[in-house]
């Protein structure tokens, strides 16, 4: 069964602190992995997408990377802006095309 | 450009009465999928439409749910006789491509007394 896993649940971080959110993922035949960010209230807000292992994508002060088995975020000198909550999702290689989500990991940064 | 769009944005119903939820996804945009995030739950995937056709709606939870879209666009999620477990913020999505990245409205807030 296709499974994603986030870790950890919950992180605060000071302003400045760089760090790293990890998603585990087991799919058979991945098409593709996914970050969105989603601050309360709000949709998710798509981020980045990863399709083979060995690849990379940033944006500002993050970047997503990818093995087989796992992503990491990594968060560089974030602000206090950077506050939500992270998803990942991983698409697998039916004819769904369906995102199965992890429970993501909630960032607060405090200043 | 715009968004998806999503309507209403909260709705609170009566268990046992019949709700209906509509989505809006950016023009052009072929392929589009409805969602469902409970307290504490990841998205949970209910139903996928490939212009009017929907090819998977393994996701929906029970026959109280069904959902359609017209003209390939619009799409409404209708939820028959209510139940109190219903309650979640349902999400509609919609992507170019079916293998691209899905854009997410903002939700629509359901609660069920």
């Known amino acids: 069964e296709d499974q994603v896993t986030q870790s950890p649940e919950a992180l605060r971080l000071q302003e400045g602190e760089s760090s790293s959110l990890n998603c585990s993922y087991t799919?058979?035949?991945?098409?593709?992995l996914f970050w969105y960010r989603q601050d309360p209230g709000k949709g998710p807000e798509f981020l980045f997408t990863l399709y083979s292992a060995g690849e990379e994508k940033e944006k500002e002060r993050l970047k997503a990377t990818l093995t087989k088995k796992e992503s990491f975020l990594h968060i560089t000198a974030p602000k206090p802006e950077d506050s939500a909550t992270y998803l990942c999702?991983?698409?697998?290689?039916?004819?769904?095309?369906?995102?199965?989500f992890g429970t993501g990991t909630l960032l607060a940064v405090q200043p | 450009g715009a968004g998806v769009s999503q309507s209403p944005s909260n709705k609170v119903t009566e268990k046992g009465k019949d709700v209906e939820l509509r989505c809006d996804p950016i023009s052009g945009h072929t392929a589009l999928y409805w969602y469902r995030q409970s307290l504490g739950q990841g998205l949970e995937f209910l139903i996928y439409?490939?212009?009017?056709?929907?090819?998977?709606k393994s996701g929906l939870p029970s026959d109280r749910f069904s959902a359609e879209r017209t003209g390939g666009s619009v799409s409404t999620l209708t939820i028959q006789r209510t139940q109190q477990e219903d309650s979640a913020v349902y999400l509609c999505?919609?992507?170019?491509?079916?293998?691209?990245?899905?854009?997410f409205g903002p939700g629509t807030r359901l609660t069920v007394t």
């Open positions: 999702a991983v698409q697998d290689g039916g004819a769904t095309n369906k995102l199965i």
């Open positions: 999505a919609s992507s170019l491509n079916p293998s691209y990245e899905q854009y």
């Open positions: 799919v058979s035949g991945l098409r593709g």
């Open positions: 439409f490939q212009g009017n056709s929907a090819p998977d």
